[in-house]
């Protein structure tokens, strides 16, 4: 077996490991699971780490499984969360888990027939019909209070940090302990993995595996690191919020602009990260982007690794199209390729007026449009001005004082962009 331990440290991906774990992967063929709590019907940024890891162990040669917390999302896990989660209802947590299991089978063909192909599973499944009490003498009878009390999430709850810890709560790390020892069982799972954070959460599973299986059952933990920003900040989040896996929550134009816009400091981190490329190739990109730092050669080929990862590459291909129709010299051909709300994204912010349609059939005076109709400048004199100096445009394209604006410069049958100078844009919504 290659050695996925030395993949995964050279990028940064190692936080906690047991011991023994490097030994067991170069061994053989290992099982791993990771768990994907249902709190929303997609995954954002974050859960993107937990997934390449998934990828990395099935391209190394092993057997990943990837676990839907039907039933986990129903408890809400306590670790780094300092209150108590408002519980969702069952019919919530199927669309989320449907959510979640159609995002994973982007990156995981678990249709796959081959000796390591990836499984999906969700532990509702073989929770649902599990009696509190059967749980209670098999379960909670191997696990002391005192070593569940020691985990660092219950003792931050516990010391002042919210409203304390409900015995819900407090059940969260039993129950997805229980999850290891159903796919050490059914499976042969011996290894999980998972964020730092789920460090305590892991090690009680391998302890579960060792209580409730005969003496000389192996269990392994290993967590990454919670990615973060240089600047200390919470990575993940862009202006509008979570920065999502799905182009309904977040489009691949506003994807894209987020891995495109992050510092040297962080690209040359993130990529080692959130890309495939080999080590030699990263340094290269490295060396290439400090000799010349204002071409961002970093941040440009980590945003096309990425968009195309988990968007596609034509995807990718429309994301730098709407950027270079912003930062570079587009025509009104590419402008009017722009879905609508690709549109509206690329002039986010932009001012508006509205004309009606009716109004530009037979043609408008651009003066008129410049001025009256829009106030996009204050009188007619100074519209003049600027169209002499050629410095306004219509869709991109330079125009003079005697344009006619018509139903020809609509872009979505809805739209004309008007432009003073390099930066200065102005939408008209035609109705």
Request: hydrophobic share 40%; charged share 25%.
């Amino acid at each position: 077996m290659k050695n996925l331990v030395e993949e995964l440290q050279w990028r940064g991906l190692v936080h906690d490991i047991m011991p023994g774990t490097e030994d067991q992967l170069l061994k053989e063929m290992t099982t791993t699971y990771i768990g994907f709590d249902p709190t929303s019907d997609s995954l954002h940024i974050g859960s993107l780490v937990p997934i390449l890891l998934l990828v990395h162990l099935k391209n190394f040669g092993h057997k990943p499984i990837a676990l839907v917390g039907g039933a986990t999302g129903m408890i809400g896990d306590p670790s780094g969360k300092s209150d108590e989660r408002n519980l969702l209802d069952e019919a919530t947590l199927a669309h989320n888990v449907e959510g979640i299991k159609a995002v994973l089978s982007r990156f995981l063909d678990f249709n796959s027939k081959d000796v390591n192909a990836p499984v999906l599973v969700n532990n509702y499944d073989w929770m649902k019909d599990l009696s509190f009490i059967n749980f209670a003498r098999d379960v909670g009878k191997r696990i002391t209070v005192n070593y569940m009390m020691a985990k660092d999430s219950v003792k931050k709850r516990l010391s002042g940090e919210g409203e304390g810890m409900s015995f819900t709560e407090f059940t969260y790390q039993l129950i997805q302990g229980y999850d290891f020892y159903h796919l050490h069982k059914e499976y042969n799972c011996l290894l999980q993995m998972g964020g730092s954070d789920q460090w305590g959460n892991i090690t009680t599973g391998t302890e579960l595996v060792r209580r409730m299986n005969a003496e000389g059952a192996k269990a392994y933990a290993m967590t990454c690191p919670l990615i973060t920003k240089a600047d200390g900040s919470k990575f993940g989040k862009s202006e509008g919020g979570n920065v999502w896996l799905t182009a309904d929550k977040t489009s691949v134009y506003k994807f894209y602009q987020f891995w495109l816009n992050t510092t040297d400091v962080d690209a040359e981190k993130y990529i080692k990260i959130f890309t495939f490329l080999d080590k030699a190739t990263i340094d290269a990109l490295i060396v290439e982007h400090q000799v010349a730092p204002h071409l961002r050669v970093l941040q440009r080929k980590l945003a096309e690794e990425v968009t195309t990862l988990v968007h596609s590459k034509e995807e990718l291909e429309k994301a730098i199209k709407a950027s270079n129709i912003l930062f570079g010299n587009a025509s009104a051909d590419d402008l009017k390729q722009l879905d609508e709300a690709t549109f509206l994204e690329v002039f986010d912010g932009v001012p508006q007026a509205e004309i009606a349609k009716n109004e530009i059939e037979n043609g408008l005076d651009i003066v008129t449009v410049l001025n009256e109709k829009t106030g996009f400048f204050k009188s007619n004199g100074e519209a003049r001005r600027a169209l002499t100096a050629n410095s306004i445009s219509v869709n991109k394209e330079k125009i003079t004082e005697e344009y006619q604006l018509s139903t020809n410069d609509l872009i979505n049958n809805q739209f004309v962009l008007l432009q003073s100078g390099k930066k200065n844009y102005f939408i008209v919504r035609v109705k």
